[in-house]
């Protein structure tokens, strides 16, 4: 099975940073991809941004231009910089591992971490 475990979160004034660290372990083999969603109070939770094994990334319309997803396989870690944080984004923010093996596809969630963004 895979583990995967976000850091990151806190508080932080609009127009400021943060950047989430998502640690896997486990089975790190057959990945497709990995990525960000969010969830806030009363919301339904969506794609925040994603990489796909070969290293394509995708944003939400919402975020392009503040965030960026990047990897390092050596260090099974996938990290979301977030920049120009806007009250909009405070949500509980979940790191996902999607995995495909022999046509199974299954996915993988960590506990979540709060960002909270003040006006």
């Known amino acids: 099975q895979v583990q995967l475990v976000e850091s990151g979160g806190g508080l932080v004034q609009a127009g400021g940073s943060l950047r989430l660290s998502c640690a896997a372990s486990?089975?790190?083999?057959?990945?497709?991809?990995m990525g960000w969603y969010r969830q806030a109070p009363g919301k339904q939770r969506e794609l925040v941004a994603v990489?796909?094994?070969?290293?394509?990334?995708n944003y939400a319309d919402s975020v392009k231009g503040r965030f960026t997803i990047s990897r390092d396989n050596a260090k099974n870690t996938v990290y979301l910089q977030m920049n120009s944080l806007k009250p909009e984004d405070t949500a509980v923010y979940y790191c996902?591992?999607?995995?495909?093996?022999?046509?199974?596809?299954?996915?993988?969630w960590g506990q979540g971490t709060q960002v909270t963004v003040s006006s």
């Open positions: 990489i796909t094994r070969g290293g394509s990334t």
């Open positions: 486990g089975s790190i083999v057959s990945v497709n991809a």
């Open positions: 996902n591992l999607d995995r495909v093996v022999s046509a199974a596809r299954t996915r993988y």
